[in-house]
């Protein structure tokens, strides 16, 4: 027997997912109902839940639980620690069977609060225990519907820690045997048994819920990530997860925060993001979103070392898939990678994918049209005497393209001249707006438009030969227009 992770290998599994039962699904409408449950029972901790007495005896009278079902909970509640750890090691799937058990036959919510908080307990102390909900033993019982139905029924803290314990029964489940369904009958028996793939499909569905319209509106959405981040580190979950259209909803919690709290859950979106980024479905699902766009602006203004270092390394990943490197290139990733390797950072792999990136990007530029170069080299912010700058041939083809974005890259070569202090990129932009208003039909309106030629007028001062120069080549293609702006050189 295998792990799920070791499913990432067999696509059969795939197919397990498209079958799923109808008689466990939970829609979206499931959850809506849930918002009037009690704030107070949201805040609930599992500390305060297990100080509770629970009349196991009333529960023994009234036959919900047999006289062996009361003896195991004498022995396990109320125990140290150390006691329970023993218990469970010598009997554990005797516990599972009980838990699984009170939570299918008794409906009382404060009882139903406690099992689970016991099971959260034990599975926090040692998460590899979840594998013994997946014991053969079980395999006639319907150990995981108690277990889903408690998604869309109870209080915050029920769904809550029925979500967590759902994430590592996830975690460390088992593929099953030839001709046996997971903690089920016999795949030829006609009694449907809630499989693993019934659980993750169920628990996917509540994650996006979630996402959409939380149950609880603070601690919802985190909750739902914190789990995402952990369980789409399996193939079999990101598929689920991209064809129930959850990335979308992952997209507009990637933005830029200071306070710690929203730090958490940013560096968790980004990781969800990251982990997405090595499965081919979910790229394209990340290709056609604004996903490049908010990461870009997050890498820009964090500062938290784990959140950039989860977005280089999922630039490192996308950079070679499909358009994502022209976007990068488009969105001045290059600049902002220089700007990054600068920082004093303390993660070597970060280092390592910021120089990797670096380069990967230099080599997409290579690749890329002139204008593309062109573009870069402007977004970049330093420019120098490359041949396209004093090309003819350059500039004829290519002058519409600096249309684009509102003229984009005109507005760029303005910048520079505002704020560069470096006297090339000064005397190459000069000249690149004068090249501008040779070649482009209108070009002497449009760049008096954008309020050039006072920027440019002050550059005619300046204490270096080669802005001065081309300072005065703008100017006086500016005045001239182009009927006579052709006959001045440079």
């Given amino acids: 027997m295998s792990s799920l992770s070791s499913q990432n290998r067999d696509p059969s599994l795939l197919c397990l997912l498209r079958s799923r039962s109808r008689s466990t699904r939970l829609r979206s409408s499931d959850y809506v109902g ?48 150390s006691a329970r750890a023993q218990l469970l090691d010598e009997d554990g799937r005797a516990y599972v069977q009980l838990f699984v058990t009170i939570l299918r036959d008794i409906f009382k919510e ?50 809550e820690k029925s979500c967590k314990i759902f994430a590592w029964i996830i975690r460390y489940s088992y593929r099953p045997k030839a001709g046996v369904i997971a903690n089920g009958e016999a795949s030829g028996s006609k009694k449907h048994i809630t499989t693993i793939d019934d659980l993750l499909s169920g628990l996917v569905e509540w994650l996006c819920a979630q996402l959409r319209q939380p149950s609880h509106p603070t601690r919802g959405a985190p909750v739902a990530i914190s789990c995402l981040s952990t369980l789409l580190k399996e193939l079999v979950v990101r598929s689920s997860f991209v064809q129930a259209d959850g990335v979308k909803l992952l997209v507009p919690l990637i933005s830029p925060t200071s306070t710690q709290q929203f730090i958490q859950l940013l560096y968790e979106t980004c990781l969800c993001i990251w982990l997405l980024s090595y499965y081919e479905p979910g790229i394209e699902y990340l290709a056609t979103s604004r996903t490049m766009q908010r990461l870009t602006e997050v890498v820009k203004s964090s500062t938290k070392e784990k959140v950039v270092r989860v977005v280089i390394l999922t630039f490192r990943n996308l950079l070679p898939k499909g358009t994502f490197g022209a976007q990068m290139v488009d969105l001045g990733l290059p600049h902002i990678i220089h700007s990054l390797k600068t920082q004093a950072w303390s993660d070597e792999d970060l280092l390592d994918a910021l120089i990797q990136l670096e380069e990967g990007l230099k080599d997409k530029i290579r690749k890329l049209s002139s204008f593309d170069k062109y573009k870069q080299e402007v977004l970049l912010g330093h420019l120098d005497w490359n041949p396209m700058h004093k090309e003819a041939n350059f500039w004829r083809e290519n002058v519409t393209s600096f249309e684009e974005n509102d003229f984009q890259i005109l507005r760029v070569l303005l910048t520079i001249l505002d704020t560069s202090s470096d006297p090339r990129s000064l005397a190459v932009a000069c000249y690149d707006l004068s090249q501008f208003i040779q070649y482009h039909a209108a070009g002497r309106v449009i760049v008096t438009d954008l309020k050039a030629k006072e920027r440019v007028m002050k550059l005619m001062a300046h204490e270096n030969v080669e802005v001065t120069k081309n300072a005065l080549l703008c100017i006086q293609r500016l005045l001239l227009g182009a009927k006579y702006a052709s006959f001045l050189q440079v």
Avoid: C
């Avoid at 195991?72 to 509640?77: Q, S, V």
């Avoid at 099992?115 to 079980?138: G, K, T, W």
């Fill in 34 to 81: 849930i918002r009037t449950s009690s704030m107070d029972q949201a805040e609930l901790s599992t500390e305060q839940v297990l100080q509770r007495d629970i009349p196991w005896e009333t529960y023994m009278t009234t036959k919900l639980i047999s006289a062996t079902d009361l003896q195991l909970l004498r022995r396990y509640d109320k125990k140290t620690e």
């Fill in 110 to 159: 404060e009882t139903v609060e406690y099992v689970l908080a016991l099971i959260y307990e034990m599975l926090s102390a040692n998460p590899a225990r979840a594998r013994l909900f997946h014991d053969q033993s079980l395999a006639h019982e319907d150990t995981y519907e108690p277990l889903l139905r408690l998604l869309s029924k109870g209080n915050w803290f029920i769904q």
